[in-house]
């Protein structure tokens, strides 16, 4: 055994020899195997670099090479004026120029728009001077996005829409004429006569309603008012033109109308008098409008609960408030159709399953229709300005149970003709509150100030001891609004001033001002008369809130 050892020691490649051929094509196999893990593990170093050079090519072609998106820089505060001029109690919000900031579209009438385009004057588009001007303005600049000459009179308007899936605004306007105009252009889609009858008044607002011509297009409904007969009048959403007709409904001394929608998908037209409410289905419209009976009428339904409901011979529904009805609100939540009847001295909440009473609030001389917000998060309040023995009440009302859960006598000095109150979203789902007056700065309740002066005044329910006293005006306020000019966040409120349509022309101003300036320069009011912070700070808790847009 030691000799083989020995042997093997002094010549050690005879055994290697001696293992043959098998012995060969193993040394092979293992000689082989590390050349292979090279190989593979140089196509892996070189995968990784590819990769990696993949990568930072993306990163550097987003990052120098494919622009980023330019977001409009936009103006703290602009205005546009028009002179010898008066304007219509209308404003709307749209994105005209596509740049994801919403644009502003007002109406006015004038003998010219007071610019050089061939749109500038009354007479290129056949009419009489003064005319209508229906106008569009960057919401970043306030430059006219255009403007152009679209009725003799306007009567009723509606930019909330769309024609073959694109924004239009539809106008009803004299000589009796029904026209969708395209909100990006401002060109005329289509244009078409309007037969509203001998000495009739249009009555507001237009309706948009389900297709009822069979041609797969939402379709408009338009009342009109001649003497004591009310009367319906069909188009089609697509052409504009008439499909139909009503002219059976007694109403005497009507004032508004509301379109609702039941629980159960049944559409229902809301008609209202000083002193009564009327129910109408929109399927007995359009029975009693369309002679054939194979109209698409037949997609339309009752509501069994709002049938029984409704008296069957007058249409009438039963209230449980008193006092001459104003308005009607409808209350945002999806799955009812409650909404609120607001009379001289009455708020109403009716159950939109039923038709029955939710609640009845005293409110005495109530000035302008209530407005929607929230106190708490996530809740539907009322808003609601009356006039009280100092001036002028606001009160936030729960709109669960009528409730009130603010109010503040601020003896703001303000007429009837204020506009009506704002509210704006905040992220925390509450709303902050935006109400024009003037408050009363004496004590004793004594002192002398302009009668047209107006401020605005902000408050959130996060500081409900504290109203912020923000822009002063002295023009007449025709239209306010608040709005989110880009989604979640560009706070700001739009005013339009001047003399309205039917009284002297005058200087007519569109203006749009960011909320955040207006807060910078604002006075703090403790209600409460303890102050509990600096000024300061409470001006830094609202520039600090963030916005949030309607879902």
Known sequence: MESKDLEAEIHPLKNEEGKGPEGLANCTQKEAAPKKLKRLSRWRTAAFFLSLFLCLTVVFAFSFIIPCPVRPISQRMWSRTYEDAATYAFLAMQDVNKDRVQDVLFAFKAASAGSNSTNSSCSSQGLASPCAFLAAHSGTNGSTLWQRPVAQELLLMDCSGEQDHSPACLIVGEPDILAAIDLETGQTLWNEAADLGPNSTVLSPLLKIPDVNGDSTSDLLVFAETGEEIQAHFYSGKHGTQIGSVGTLHLPGRVGHLMQVTPKGSHYVLLYTAKALYGYSLKALCQMAFSSPAHSSSGLTEDPLWETAINSATRQITLLSTGEIRYLTKMPVSSSADFLVSRSNMLEL?????????????????????????????????????????????????????????????????????????????????????????????????????????????????????????????????????????????????????????????????????????IAGSRVIWLNQVAQNSEQSVRERFLRMRYRSPQ
Not at 375 to 392: A, C, L, Q, W
Not at 463 to 475: A, D, M, Q
């Open 350 to 518: 009716v159950d939109g399953r039923h038709l029955g009473s939710m609640w009845v609030t005293e409110t005495p001389h109530i000035l302008s229709e209530p407005v929607l917000g929230a106190y708490r998060p996530d809740e539907v309040d009322v808003i609601v300005t009356s006039r009280d023995s100092s001036g002028k009440k606001v009160m936030v009302m729960e709109g669960t149970s009528g409730d009130i859960e603010w109010e503040a006598s601020l003896q703001l000095l303000s007429g009837a003709d204020s506009p009506r109150p704002a509210t704006l979203s905040t992220l925390d789902r509450r709303s902050v509150f935006l109400f024009w007056g003037l408050y009363q700065r004496d004590a004793n309740g004594t002192g002398s100030w302009d009668g047209a002066q107006q401020q605005l005044y902000l408050f959130h329910p996060a500081l409900p001891n504290v109203l912020l006293e923000t822009s002063n005006v002295t023009e007449h306020i025709v239209a306010f609004e608040g709005v989110l000019f880009e989604r979640s966040r560009h706070a700001c409120y739009v005013l339009l001033t001047g003399p309205q349509v039917g009284q002297a022309p005058g200087q007519v101003m569109l203006s749009k001002w960011k909320l955040k300036e207006a």
